[in-house]
């Protein structure tokens, strides 16, 4: 199997959000590898989005990758979870995809024992959960999707299930931006997050 390749990447974050549903998110590891189907993502549409890092083109050592390459790995810390995104748009557009829930596909074993005592469906249920379960960490940020050890695969066809859009979760003080139906899941399934 091939990565995505980079023009898949070079598209608005609402586009990208979209066509990320369905698309098989891999990490490997010293442990070995963990991988899910992405089922939730919302869009951030930089310097004109209330709600995103990058609000009015603001630039930090934690933003400055958004500015970067489509297909760059935006990774940040919320309280003590590392949240992960996708870069999204062209150079100096900074826009990003938060992968918000997966559907859990391989590596089983290192998610339960990553997650402990939860059942299966609270592994990857959320932003900071995810990345706990597939082991995705700080040390991934700025690395690109097309290249281990955080890839991004063809998966199930969008003909297959049916996408829903709704707010963004988790944004209450950024104003009109809060109701922004920039959140993109795939119908019905159980592991969206709550």
């Not at 997966?102 to 059942?119: A, D, F, Q, S, T």
């Amino acid at each position: 199997m091939k990565p995505l390749s980079q023009s898949f990447y070079e598209r608005t974050a609402l586009e990208l959000a979209e066509s990320l549903l369905g698309k098989l998110l891999v990490k490997d590891s010293p442990e070995g590898k963990a991988s899910g189907i992405i089922v939730e993502t919302e869009a951030y549409m930089g310097a004109e989005d209330r709600a995103a890092h990058s609000f009015q083109n603001r630039r930090t050592r934690r933003t400055e990758i958004m500015f970067g390459k489509a297909g760059s790995v935006y990774t940040y810390q919320m309280h003590t979870h590392t949240l992960v995104n996708v870069v999204a748009a062209e150079v100096d557009t900074p826009q990003a995809v938060l992968i918000r829930a997966v559907e859990p596909v391989e590596g089983l074993h290192l998610m339960e024992e990553r997650r402990p005592g939860r059942k299966q469906v609270e592994w990857t249920n959320g932003p900071g959960k995810l990345t706990k379960a597939l082991g995705i960490a700080m040390s991934d940020y700025g690395s690109h999707y097309t290249v281990p050890p955080l890839q991004i695969f063809d998966g199930w066809s969008q003909e297959d299930f049916d996408i829903v859009t709704g707010p963004r979760i988790g944004i209450d003080n950024t104003g009109e931006a809060r109701d922004y139906p920039w959140r993109f899941f795939v119908k019905g399934n159980p592991y969206i997050s709550r």
